[in-house]
């Protein structure tokens, strides 16, 4: 039978759910455990597809084209869980599905409500992957408990291990313990409390994980225990990393977590394969160098917007052993005048995805920074399409080249609408996305960094290179070193003369693991070395 472990969070929200449970989803299949993880979203957004990243962080993009939380990320970085649009699921997809149901009848008459029918559509997802192939199944509920939207899936899930079985479900519940400076002490209460509103809706966890900044005593662990009703072996404590949050897995599984999870759940406990992953550690904390890249983008105040595109630079500094130490740089601050002085000193410069036009010429003015002063250079998405834009008018000299969806007239319209977007009205979930093929030309920067022919990346765009320029670049020095084979579309365009310098329509930060960087990603930072060397 396929056993059910369900995280929740209490007290504050950006506690690390989402990172906590891609690591015990980590441990669990270094036990050899077959795993599934899910996320429920409590908002009423069908998906993550149309919010802000400014509000909500960085859109995911699943391989099938799902538009995603960031939470999926991390449970790609850690995990080897196949992950999809239905790994998911939000308070709109749950009541779109009902209500279609409605429309057509299936529930035969009968007044539709929350409970039983919203709770049974929930509890339907949580078991989409039970089955002799899956061992266990974690599933991850957005917001904090005692949120009014939270309330239908907790009762789904109360009603869930109800039906499965205790011995066959886990709560595990992620608290925070505050400390207060003044006095001196981490503070109990508001975890006491936040179990409460568990106790009053019907579910007692089974386990707590305890964020906090300070190690706890083992006095604090017994009234944490006492108070919650946890047995104590199951209280462990997550402390602040120091260096990096692939520490975690290794700081968890040093405290029994996973052990204790198998034994609660009545599964054997193997012993776990770690060796990969302490490797890699060990690597992170002990670089022999550091580079300086500059990412330019308009969301740079909050961390999630980009947040694949740091880890794969993470990524990226484990495999050339360095610190990569970013620098958020605002493209709106950013002008042909003052760019040399913002920069100055960088290794390297990425330009991320994104919409709209605050900050597109400050960004324009760090490309052309990048091509000029042979800066590694690194675009994404609406990297390459801006590289292409500063291509187009400084190399080539097409005067107010732009892209159509910043100048709806522009002369020299390099970047265009794809042809399948012209008509499109509803902007949920209608972009190009998803994984598609990119073939790599022989002797270029991508065929060598990912040396094969064929690769496949995810996409999340409507704009793209303008076949009807392809000449025109090409005879200036533009190499396009990807095409789409089906759609005949330009997937990534770099320069010759120039250390590093490559564009890719697509999000290569989707597949990039601490495991396993992204090609690309890491010789990104290869060049940024070399240059810092002064190679
Ligand atoms: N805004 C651009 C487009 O829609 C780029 C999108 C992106 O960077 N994800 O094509």
Redesign the pocket.
């Known amino acids: 039978m396929t056993k059910h472990v369900f995280v929740t969070g209490g007290v504050v929200s950006s506690l690390g759910k989402g990172l906590t449970t891609a690591c015990l989803a980590m441990l669990l299949e270094s036990r050899g455990l077959r795993v599934r993880i899910q996320k429920f979203d409590p908002y009423i957004n069908v998906d993550a597809g149309t919010m802000n990243p400014f509000q909500h962080g960085e859109v995911y993009v699943t391989a099938d084209g799902g538009e995603t939380d960031l939470d999926l990320g991390h449970y790609e970085r850690f995990s080897n869980c196949p992950l999809s649009r239905a790994s998911n699921i939000t308070t709109g997809r749950i009541y779109q599905n009902v209500i279609t149901k409605e429309r057509r009848g299936a529930y035969l008459g009968g007044c539709v409500q929350v409970v039983p029918h919203i709770t049974n559509e929930v509890k339907a997802h949580v078991r989409q992957h039970d089955g002799p192939d899956v061992d266990l199944v974690l599933s991850e509920l957005g917001g904090t408990a005692g949120d009014i939207e939270s309330a239908a899936y907790l009762e789904a899930f109360r009603q869930f291990v109800y039906e499965h079985g205790r011995e066959n479900c886990v709560f595990v519940h992620l608290t925070l313990l505050p400390y207060l400076r003044a006095s001196g002490e981490l503070k109990t209460k508001p975890t006491q409390q936040s179990v409460g509103i568990l106790r009053q809706i019907g579910i007692q966890p089974d386990m707590l994980i305890c964020r906090t900044e300070k190690s706890m005593t083992q006095e604090m662990r017994d009234k944490i225990a006492l108070f919650c009703n946890v047995e104590k072996k199951y209280v462990f404590e997550e402390k602040d990393v120091e260096h990096s949050i692939y520490e975690l897995p290794l700081l968890l599984h040093e405290q029994g977590v996973d052990d204790a999870l198998l034994h609660r759940l009545g599964l054997p406990t193997r012993p776990a394969n770690l060796d990969e992953w302490q490797k890699l550690v060990h690597r992170v904390v002990n670089p022999s160098g550091s580079v300086d890249i500059a990412v330019v983008g308009k969301y740079i105040e909050l961390k999630d917007a980009y947040k694949s595109v740091y880890e794969s630079i993470a990524h990226a500094g484990i495999a050339n052993n360095v610190e990569v130490n970013v620098q958020r740089v605002a493209s709106e601050e950013l002008t042909d005048d003052n760019v040399g002085s913002k920069l100055r000193g960088v290794t390297g410069i990425l330009v ?5 036009e605050r900050g597109i010429e400050g960004k324009i003015s760090a490309v052309r920074f990048a091509r000029e002063n042979r800066v590694p250079y690194y675009g ?4 390459m ?1 801006i590289a292409t834009i500063e291509f187009a008018r400084h190399v080539c000299g097409l005067k107010g080249a732009h ?1 159509s ?1 910043f100048s709806k007239d522009t002369p020299h319209p390099v ?1 265009t609408l ?1 042809k399948d977007q012209i008509n499109v009205k509803d902007m949920g979930g209608t ?2 996305l998803g994984s598609q093929p990119c073939r790599l030309l022989e002797g270029t920067i991508a065929r060598r960094a990912y040396g094969t022919e064929l690769v496949q990346e995810r ?6 290179f303008n076949n009807s320029y392809r000449e025109q670049l090409q005879a200036r020095g533009l190499v396009i070193s990807g095409i789409n084979p089906d759609l005949d579309l330009v997937e990534i365009v770099e320069l010759k003369d120039h250390p590093f310098f490559v564009g890719v ?1 697509f ?1 290569p930060e989707f597949q990039s693991k601490p495991t396993k960087p992204h090609p690309l990603f890491r010789e990104f930072v290869a060049a940024a070395v070399k240059r810092k060397n002064g190679l």
């Open positions: 991320p995805g994104g919409f709209g994404l998405c609406l990297g399409q892209s969806e970047i794809l972009m190009r996409h999340r765009h409507r704009y793209e329509q999000h």
